[in-house]
């Protein structure tokens, strides 16, 4: 009977498999470099997609935006980002089923060039601290974190 169900087990995981961790990584790899192309190109709306309602950025000096505020600030030109060399991605999903999780943090560090808050445009080694959760099968950046490295 043990052998039954054993192979009853096996049966179902090929028949439904889980999403894989490399799959669940490079979604998430693929979230980060999104985020940068629609910095970027200014699209809020895209941008905005990605972001939970309840995202804060929390900027290297300690100021906080919201959601709204930080799509306001690309959109109006306060914050201008013109390109994004990606040097090193780690990120961890958290293991609250055997195969995936819904809640991530992606440390993500790239040489971004900007100019911001009215200052000129400078090449920044930026590192954010992203935390995510998936919502609805889609994963959402809640929380990002800035600093340099």
């Not at 809020?44 to 309602?53: A, F, H, K, P």
């Not at 013109?82 to 961890?92: G, P, T």
């Not at 911001?116 to 590192?127: P, S």
């Amino acid at each position: 009977m043990n052998n039954l169900l054993t192979l009853g087990a096996i049966a179902m995981i090929f028949m439904f498999p889980l999403p894989s961790v490399a799959g669940e990584h490079e979604e998430l790899r693929k979230l980060y470099t999104d985020m940068y192309r629609y910095m970027i190109a200014k699209d809020v709306s895209q941008l905005g997609s990605i972001l939970d309602d309840s995202f804060v950025l929390v900027h290297m000096t300690g100021m906080r935006q919201t959601k709204r505020e930080y799509l306001k600030a690309i959109e109006n030109g306060t914050l201008n980002y013109f390109s994004e060399e990606l040097e090193r991605i780690d990120i961890q999903v958290s293991e609250s089923t055997a195969v995936s999780g819904d809640t991530a943090i992606l440390i993500g560090q790239s040489k971004v060039n900007a100019a911001v808050f009215g200052n000129g445009r400078h090449t920044w080694r930026l590192q954010l601290n992203i935390k995510l959760k998936r919502k609805d099968g889609q994963w959402l950046m809640t929380e990002a974190r800035a600093s340099t490295y």
